[in-house]
């Protein structure tokens, strides 16, 4: 997607030789304008796959994920942090480690939002090593969901996350791909 391509390198800032920071449009600063094209872009390529909840991971994923939502007009679920402290027999939860902080956090889905019956399209800023996804999945599995596929907004191809997924069959869609952080630089796939 050239609209992001630009963004990226016209706003974003590298960190060492693996780190993108993106916060004038993504993480900190949110555009709606860029969001909205975004969510176009994603229904636009899982039109026909049947897609019945789109379902992201908190914080981050939120803005391109309703925006997908909104494009194809269904619900969009938020895949907490942070366990409800309100106790419910009906919450799943799965930890996950953080390759980029380090740290491991709980993912949480409650299976009242979800069904057996949902196709869910798995929407998230960034591919890196693939955990959180992989998070993801584990839960919508424990629903019984089907994963009809995942949109990432940016991929960073040097890391395992996306042969991780592939291996496991399932297909990932990234709007844009980063070969290379090194020297300061982005430089992307073709
Ligand atoms: P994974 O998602 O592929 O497993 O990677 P990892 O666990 O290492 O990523 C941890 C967090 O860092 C995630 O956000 C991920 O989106 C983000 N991240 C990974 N690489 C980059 C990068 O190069 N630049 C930026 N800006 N973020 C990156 P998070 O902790 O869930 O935070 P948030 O969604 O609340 O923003």
């Known amino acids: ?7 990226i390198l016209n706003e974003g800032h590298v960190i060492g030789t693996d780190i993108l920071k993106v916060d004038h449009f993504l993480n900190h600063q949110v555009d709606p304008v860029l969001m909205a094209h ?10 026909g796959k049947g897609i019945t909840k789109v379902v992201t ?15 194809l007009g269904v619900p969009m679920i938020i895949l907490k942090k942070q366990p409800s402290k309100v106790l419910n027999e009906r919450l799943y939860q799965t930890q996950v480690n953080s390759f980029t902080t380090g740290k491991n956090y709980d993912l949480c889905l409650s299976a ?3 069904t057996s ?3 869910v399209l ?3 800023d960034f591919l890196a090593d693939g955990e959180a996804v992989t998070g993801a999945i584990r839960l919508l599995r424990m629903v019984h969901s089907t994963v009809a596929g995942i949109g990432i907004l940016i991929e960073k191809a040097f890391m395992p996350g996306h042969q991780k997924l592939k291996a496991q069959g399932y297909n990932v869609y990234s709007l844009v791909k980063i070969k290379s952080l090194e020297d300061g630089t982005v430089k992307f796939e073709d």
Not at 1 to 7: D, V
Not at 58 to 71: V, W
């Open 1 to 7: 997607m050239n609209e992001l391509k630009e963004r």
């Open 38 to 47: 975004i969510g176009d872009e994603f229904a636009k390529h899982f039109k």
């Open 57 to 71: 991971i908190e914080s981050s994923g939120i803005a391109p994920a309703l925006m997908t939502a909104t494009a």
């Open 112 to 114: 009242d939002v979800i």
């Open 117 to 119: 019956d949902d196709h």
């Open 122 to 124: 798995i929407i998230d």
